[in-house]
C-alpha cells in the first residue's frame, strides 16, 4: 500500500488534471456565452430564467436578491435582444411572467449539449481505441471509489 504521503500526491495530481480537463472542457461553451456579450447579472438572470418555467419580476428579484428595478432594467435589455419575453396570464392580465424566448431554449437543447461534449469528443479521436477504453474505465472506477461510502 501506498505511503499517506504518496497518496495525498497521486490524489493532488488528480485533482489538478480534473480542473484542468473541466476548464478545457468549458471553454467552447464560455466561448460561446460570451459571444452573447451579456453583463454578468444579465447571465443570472438568464440562469434562473432557464431553470425555471418562467416568474414573476417579483420572485426573480427576491431569488436573485437584486432591486426590482434593477432587475426590470435587466430584462427590458434581454427582451430588446429577443432572449425573454413577457407573458401575461390570461386569467389576470394584471400578472406577468418572465419567460426566455423559444430561441433561447433551442440553443439550450440542440447547440449547448454539442459544445459541452464536443472537447472530449475531439480529444477521444485523437488517443487510440484501447486508451478510449482505458481512459472512460479509469473515470468510471474513480467515480466508484467517491461514492463508496
Known amino acids: 500500500m501506498a505511503s499517506k504521503s504518496k497518496l495525498i500526491e497521486i490524489a493532488e495530481q488528480i485533482d489538478r488534471d480534473l ?3 473541466r476548464e478545457r472542457i468549458r471553454r467552447p461553451l464560455e466561448a ?3 459571444r452573447g456579450h451579456l453583463t454578468g447579472p444579465q447571465q443570472m438572470v438568464m440562469r434562473t430564467l432557464v431553470q425555471s418555467e418562467g416568474m414573476s419580476l417579483k420572485d426573480l428579484s427576491a431569488q436573485l ?3 426590482h428595478s434593477t432587475v426590470s432594467g435587466i430584462i427590458d435589455r434581454l ?3 429577443g432572449m425573454v419575453m413577457r ?3 390570461d386569467d389576470d392580465k394584471r400578472i406577468t411572467r418572465i419567460v426566455v424566448t423559444e430561441e433561447v431554449r433551442k440553443f439550450l437543447r ?3 449539449p454539442m459544445l459541452a461534449i464536443h472537447p472530449l469528443v475531439e480529444a477521444m479521436k485523437r488517443v487510440h481505441p484501447t486508451e478510449r477504453r482505458a481512459i ?3 473515470i468510471k ?3 466508484q471509489a467517491l461514492e463508496k461510502p
Do not use: C, P, S, V
Open 32 to 34: 460561446e456565452i460570451a
Open 136 to 138: 472512460a474505465l479509469g
Open 110 to 112: 440542440d447547440t449547448m
Open 19 to 21: 480542473r484542468a480537463i
Open 65 to 67: 436578491g437584486l432591486a
Open 79 to 81: 427582451q430588446e435582444r
Open 87 to 89: 407573458q401575461t396570464n
Open 141 to 143: 472506477k474513480l467515480r
